[in-house]
């Protein structure tokens, strides 16, 4: 049986204008997803959402991978287990996590031979047939690690504090709000345009301040990002009530993560507040989870015959 894991991801800047060709810094996150696999008489795929076949409405990112790798190699059956620890419909990436793990537990099980940068193009395109558009920032970043500004695919230094990451516990659909977003586009793309290329230029501007370690300037146009993703149409109360409860217990920043209309927020901290801005979160309704970023993307854990 073959392990390989892959990490989920928060947007420091940029989600959805990065869909637009606008520049993004997103950073991997210490919360992998795992798969397990192993040669089998037929496809079975394993998760917390049930026990199927191959099926595009249960298990679509997988089916997918399952599929793509048989385009390569002669693959008859394959047993296939995901354990994560990303919510699914988060915002955190735990599609592109699944997927790519996927993908390199199957290339490690039939030696095919891919790349890193093979196993992140396939995966971003599996990601277009099951969301319609998406960028390839999240199956990226979950195959290189790390902070990255994409589309330029440049490797920034990792952030020196704590990470805290605030569930609303709502369900939120990429491709909805992708969708919605592309809606308000065509409708005012005179209003809109410009705060997609708002938000690109405070990545641009963010990309030195990451060098510099200047977080009280990165949370300041962190929380200016929070208003523009507002202003598309991606907020929620809910995610609002997390923002504010992080902001108002010492975070130096909070923001939406992802695609937004629920999942989750991401707020950066001092080592000593992260604990009461954890529970600020708690109080207010929502799940806390205190991270770090990551330099490592998709790895192969283990490899037993
Ligand atoms: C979703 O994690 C991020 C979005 O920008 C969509 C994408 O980049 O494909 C909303």
């Known amino acids: 049986m073959i392990t390989c894991s892959a990490p989920g991801k928060v947007y420091l800047f940029g989600e959805h204008a990065v869909v637009y060709g606008e520049s993004a810094i997103c950073c991997a996150v210490e919360l992998r997803t795992r798969v397990h696999v192993e040669k089998n008489d037929d496809v079975i795929i394993e998760s917390s959402l049930g026990t199927t076949g191959p099926d595009i409405k249960v298990h679509p990112y997988v089916t997918h991978a399952i599929e793509m790798i048989k385009s390569l190699t002669d693959l008859k059956g394959v047993r296939l287990k995901i354990e994560s620890d990303l919510p699914v419909g988060s915002g955190l990436g735990s599609s592109a996590a699944v997927t790519v793990a996927s993908i390199q537990a199957l290339n490690h099980l039939y030696n095919c031979g891919l790349s890193r940068e093979d196993v992140a193009k396939n995966a971003h395109k599996i990601e277009m047939i099951v969301q319609g558009n998406a960028s390839a920032t999240d199956t990226y970043v979950s195959t290189m690690g790390g902070v990255v500004m994409m589309p330029q695919r440049k490797k920034l230094p990792l952030l020196k504090c704590p990470v805290i990451i605030g569930n609303t516990k ?12 592309a809606n308000l586009r065509s409708e005012f793309p005179s209003v809109i345009d410009p705060i997609l290329s708002n938000i690109g230029q405070m990545s641009m501007l963010a990309e030195g301040l990451i060098i510099k370690n200047d977080y009280m300037a990165i949370g300041k146009l962190m929380n200016v990002n929070q208003g523009l993703l507002d202003a598309i149409g991606v907020g929620s109360s809910k995610l609002w009530d997390l923002v504010y409860a992080a902001r108002n217990c010492g975070a130096i920043c909070a923001k939406i993560t992802g695609a937004g209309g629920g999942g989750c927020i991401v707020a950066i901290a001092e080592h000593k507040d992260t604990k009461g801005i954890a529970k600020a979160i708690e109080d207010a309704g929502g799940e806390a989870i205190i991270t770090k970023n990551t330099e490592e993307g998709v790895r192969l854990e283990s490899f037993n015959g």
């Open 170 to 181: 709502e369900f939120s659909s990429t491709k909805e709000l992708v969708g919605n977003v």
